[in-house]
């Protein structure tokens, strides 16, 4: 089931990446996907340490879209700073909690933050990241544990 | 056909005149900004707002073919990259003990001590 999955998927970016459909091309594509496939079962055997994906889906496609809208308001707002005649910042570094429970989750929430203009992921420590904002206003804690909220709520299940 | 591809083609410089706007004042923020940690800042414009822009300005050049997939492959690994190295950077920096100038009243929060255990970083030789 596993195997299979990344067999479509590898095959998948061959074809789209190579976008020639000869029959030699073809052939050394599907040879390097099976070699691929071989070495990830070998190792797979040794260590058995894999990255699950532990994701709803839909929620995640709302969150994308509601991170798209933010990283455009973050933007215009740091645009502004920049071009702004008289340049006001309040740097600051303050520690934001998480509560996510997968690494995954972790990841997507601390790269959010760093991807949204204004805000940077600077250390991750147990239970909470540290973060350093350009122009601290006192409302980016709450804003940010929304952003929490929604990237927990796009994990899937797990023990609450 | 011919009004839609005119649309399109008008979207497609739109977007791709815009992302370059934020590219350069990525730029020009990274030149006006006073310290490294503003700085930063300023360069995500240029990851966030200019990639984007320009993705989607050459997406709509590209058309319904392989181009725009992969433009749209390159735009997911940016979208994963560019945050990471940016958090790199700013790691490394607090590691090394640069602080960012703290506006008035407001007191930065500290790192946790690197406990010895942990991978520090290796000394180089003077």
């Not at chain 1, 976008?19 to 260590?47: C, E, K, N, W, Y």
């Not at chain 2, 414009?45 to 319904?64: E, F, K, R, Y």
Request: aromatic share 8%.
């Amino acid at each position: 089931m596993r195997i299979l999955g990344i067999l479509i998927s590898l095959l998948a970016l061959w074809l789209l990446t190579s976008g020639l459909f000869t029959p030699m091309l073809i052939g050394l594509g599907v040879v390097s996907v099976l070699v691929v496939i071989f070495v990830t079962a070998r190792m797979d055997a040794q260590d058995d340490d894999r990255v699950g994906i532990r994701l709803s889906p839909v929620r995640f496609a709302k969150y994308l879209i509601w991170l798209m809208v933010e990283i455009a308001r973050a933007n215009w707002a740091v645009t502004k700073i920049v071009l702004s005649r008289k340049m006001t910042i309040r740097q600051h570094m303050f520690s934001v909690p998480y509560t996510q429970k997968t690494d995954l989750g972790q990841v997507i929430f601390a790269n959010s933050i760093t991807l949204t203009p204004g805000t940077i992921t600077v250390e991750t420590e147990d239970g909470n990241f540290l973060v350093h904002a350009v122009d601290y206003s006192d409302d980016d804690p709450a804003a940010l544990a929304d952003m929490d909220a929604r990237v927990t709520a796009s994990e899937l299940g797990g023990a609450h | 056909m011919m009004v839609l591809d005119m649309i399109i083609l008008a979207l497609s410089w739109l977007f791709i005149l815009g992302g370059s706007v934020f590219v350069v004042i990525g730029a020009f923020g990274t030149l006006r900004f006073p310290d490294f940690w503003s700085r930063l800042h300023a360069a995500s414009i240029t990851d966030s707002a200019g990639v984007i822009l320009l993705i989607i300005g050459m997406c709509l050049q590209g058309g319904a073919t392989l181009i725009t997939v992969k433009l749209l492959f390159i735009g997911v690994f940016l979208f994963l990259t560019g945050p990471t190295a940016t958090h790199a950077i700013a790691n490394a920096a607090l590691v090394t003990g640069l602080r960012p100038l703290e506006a008035k009243g407001l007191t930065g929060a500290e790192p946790e001590p690197i406990s010895p255990d942990q991978d520090q970083p290796k000394e180089v030789g003077e």
